[in-house]
T-cell receptor, first 109, second 116 residues
Framework: QQPVQSPQAVILREGEDAVINCSSS?????VHWYRQKHGEAPVFLMI?????EQKGHEKISASFNEKKQQSSLYLTASQLSYSGTYFC??????????FGTGTSLTVIP | GAGVSQSPSNKVTEKGKDVELRCDPI?????LYWYRQSLGQGLEFLIY????????KSGLPSDRFSAERTGGSVSTLTIQRTQQEDSAVYLC??????????????FGEGSRLTVL
């Protein structure tokens, strides 16, 4: 039931782009994305709702393909502050919500 | 404070002892969640509370783990007869609605538990 994220880890230079994928075996109602910096609590990035509505407040975008039960997070022109571990969280039927396996992102100068 | 507050921030205990971890959610949030994060691992769901509904305990790893939420606010996670594999950071989160249907889960800083 835990969604699978890919890649597990990625290293970028400042200014480069990255895509993080989240895939579930179950039909999804919504997808959340969070970033956790080392030693800190996860912080919300955005939520994607079934039907296409997207809510977020960072300069990061995402897509939600309901048919494929997948979501992708797009980080463009990465900054050093983007470093951290990214988690997707998926809500499916039966009020079930699970966080993904996590993707470690490191941005270097 | 305005955020989710957890205590203690660090707890070192001996194997076999009981521990209690406390979470004070954001005022007005109906949903409260407990997650466990082992070193370098993801977020393992433990339990959630939603309003006055019965809690979903499906993620609790054993009957040594229990949690309660009093008055729809503060929650306590209790681990009895602690084992070394219980060592982890225990994160609490709250949201206005279940699973943050219109927004986000707010996480506390976590309680780091070390079982010797």
């Amino acid at each position: 039931q835990q969604p699978v994220q890919s890649p597990q880890a990625v290293i970028l230079r400042e200014g480069e782009d990255a895509v993080i994928n989240c895939s579930s075996s179950k039909a999804l109602y919504s997808v959340h994305w969070y970033r956790q910096k080392h030693g800190e609590a996860p912080v919300f990035l955005m939520i994607l709702l079934k039907g296409g509505e997207q809510k977020g407040h960072e300069k990061i975008s995402a897509s939600f393909n309901e048919k494929k039960q997948q979501s992708s997070l797009y980080l463009t022109a990465s900054q050093l502050s983007y470093s951290g571990t990214y988690f997707c969280g998926t809500e499916n039927a039966g009020n079930q919500f699970y966080f993904g396996t996590g993707t470690s992102l490191t941005v270097i100068p | 404070g305005a955020g989710v507050s957890q205590s203690p921030s660090n707890k070192v205990t001996e194997k076999g002892k009981d521990v209690e971890l406390r979470c004070d959610p954001i005022s007005g949030h109906t949903a409260l969640y407990w997650y466990r994060q082992s070193l370098g691992q993801g977020l393992e769901f433990l339990i959630y509370f939603q309003g006055n509904s019965a809690p979903d305990k499906s993620g609790l790893p054993s009957d040594r783990f229990s949690a309660e939420r009093t008055g729809g606010s503060v929650s306590t996670l209790t681990i009895q007869r602690t084992q070394q594999e219980d060592s982890a950071v225990y994160l609490c989160a709250s949201s206005l609605e279940l699973w943050g249907n219109t927004g986000e889960l707010f996480f506390g800083e976590g309680s780091r538990l070390t079982v010797l």
